[in-house]
Structures are given as structure tokens and as C-alpha cells.
T-cell receptor
Framework: GDSVTQKQGQVTLSEDDFLFINCTYSTTTYPTLLWYVQYPGQGPQLLLKVTTANNKGISRGFEATYDKGTTSFHLQKASVQESDSAVYFC????????????FGKGTSLVVHP | GALVYQYPRRTICKSGTSMRMECQAVGFQATSVAWYRQSPQKTFELIALSTVNSAIKYEQNFTQEKFPISHPNLSFSSMTVLNAYLEDRGLYLCGARDWESQNTLYFGAGTRLSVL
């Protein structure tokens, strides 16, 4: 079945640091890849998504490239702010008939002022 | 924009009793609704997928007898946790998708269930 792996449980940074959150996936289909962000006390919000391999998604300064070769969808941001502190989830959706969203375990980002 | 509301936001029930939670889609037509449970460690467990005019598909370890779901129209879904026990505690999230963004789930803020 499909799977999504986020190796980092927590990332701690200072404001203006560069952010990199690792995400790799496994699937036998041609998925859509997504990043969700969850702030305390809220549900997950879509941050960005990419439906086609080798394309990049960009939103609010965050970006991720759908790399079919390395089966990765890492999230990056050039300069983080304290307000970016949240939990980030990488997700995969099969574009075929078996619609079943699969989420990674999440990476908690803590940004210190 | 697409919004999903869940209520109640928090609920406490006695062990062995049941609790119903609701999910309302606003601004779009929810063709499919996915119910998840999120653990304190933030892990998502998919409970079931409900698509209008199709049978509800439950994941392994989750059954209709324990988590009956209703999805009567394109804007509303509900799920009941029957005979709740400590292991049923968690944040229950409703994610809905629409016709235009087939692969994007819009989530509500969740219903946090505590069991005494």
C-alpha cells in the first residue's frame, strides 16, 4: 500500500533560519502530493500541493518539489518566522480510483524568536 | 472559500456511553468525507471514507458497528462513537473534498473526545 515517511519528529530553529523538512513516499500509482500545516487547537490546513511529477508547489514562502526520481517531496522555506511554529504533515493521494489519503507522522516545527 | 465545521469541539462522555459528532461543509459540495482519529502523538488513523451514493469504506480495525457514519447529502456528515472506552480518546477530524479539487481534503478543527 501507499506510505509516507517523515523522518524528523521535531525541528527547532531560530527566526530567519532555513527550514528543511524531509518527506519521502512509496506508491505504485501516480499520486498527488500535499503538505498540510496544523496549528495548535486547529485542524490541518492545506499548505501546498503538486499533482504532476517534477513540478514545484509554492505557498506563503514555502516550497516543495515533487521528485519522482527520489520519491521525495521535501518542504523548504528560506527564512522561518516564529508564527511558522506548527506541525507539518506530508500527504499522498492516489489519483486513481482508490481514493485514500495517506499522511506522514508529522514534523513539529518550533521557531524561537 | 471551502470551510468545514465540526461540532462539538470538545466532549466528555462516560465509559460505555455513545457520542455523536457532526461535520458541515460550507462553500463547496463535499462529494467525499474522510473521518480520521488523531492521536496525542499527532498520528492520523483513517477510520472510514464516505462518498455520496456509494458504500462507506471502513479501514481495518474500524467497523460500522462501532463507528456508524451518516452522509445524507453534499454538505453534511456525522459519525457516532458507540460504547466509548479509554482507547477511543482522541481528536476526530473530518476531511471533505469537492468536485473541483478532487485530491484536496479540507479539514475541520476536530472534535476532541475524552472518556471518563
Amino acid at each position: 500500500g501507499d506510505s509516507v515517511t517523515q523522518k524528523q519528529g521535531q525541528v527547532t530553529l531560530s527566526e530567519d533560519d532555513f527550514l528543511f523538512i524531509n518527506c519521502t513516499y512509496s506508491t505504485t500509482t501516480y499520486p498527488t502530493l500535499l503538505w498540510y500545516v496544523q496549528y495548535p487547537g486547529q485542524g490541518p490546513q492545506l499548505l501546498l500541493k503538486v499533482t504532476t511529477a517534477n513540478n514545484k508547489g509554492i505557498s506563503r514562502g514555502f516550497e516543495a518539489t515533487y521528485d519522482k526520481g527520489t520519491t521525495s517531496f521535501h518542504l523548504q522555506k528560506a527564512s522561518v518566522q516564529e508564527s511558522d511554529s506548527a506541525v507539518y504533515f506530508c500527504a499522498l493521494v492516489d489519483k486513481g480510483g482508490n481514493y485514500k489519503p495517506t499522511f506522514g507522522k508529522g514534523t513539529s516545527l518550533v521557531v524561537h524568536p | 472559500g471551502a470551510l468545514v465545521y465540526q461540532y462539538p469541539r470538545r466532549t466528555i462522555c462516560k465509559s460505555g456511553t455513545s457520542m455523536r459528532m457532526e461535520c458541515q461543509a460550507v462553500g463547496f459540495q463535499a462529494t467525499s468525507v474522510a473521518w480520521y482519529r488523531q492521536s496525542p502523538q499527532k498520528t492520523f488513523e483513517l477510520i472510514a471514507l464516505s462518498t455520496v451514493n456509494s458504500a462507506i469504506k471502513y479501514e481495518q480495525n474500524f467497523t460500522q458497528e462501532k463507528f456508524p457514519i451518516s452522509h445524507p447529502n453534499l454538505s453534511f456528515s456525522s459519525m457516532t462513537v458507540l460504547n466509548a472506552y479509554l482507547e477511543d480518546r482522541g481528536l476526530y477530524l473530518c476531511g471533505a473534498r469537492d468536485w473541483e479539487s478532487q485530491n484536496t481534503l479540507y479539514f475541520g478543527a476536530g472534535t476532541r473526545l475524552s472518556v471518563l
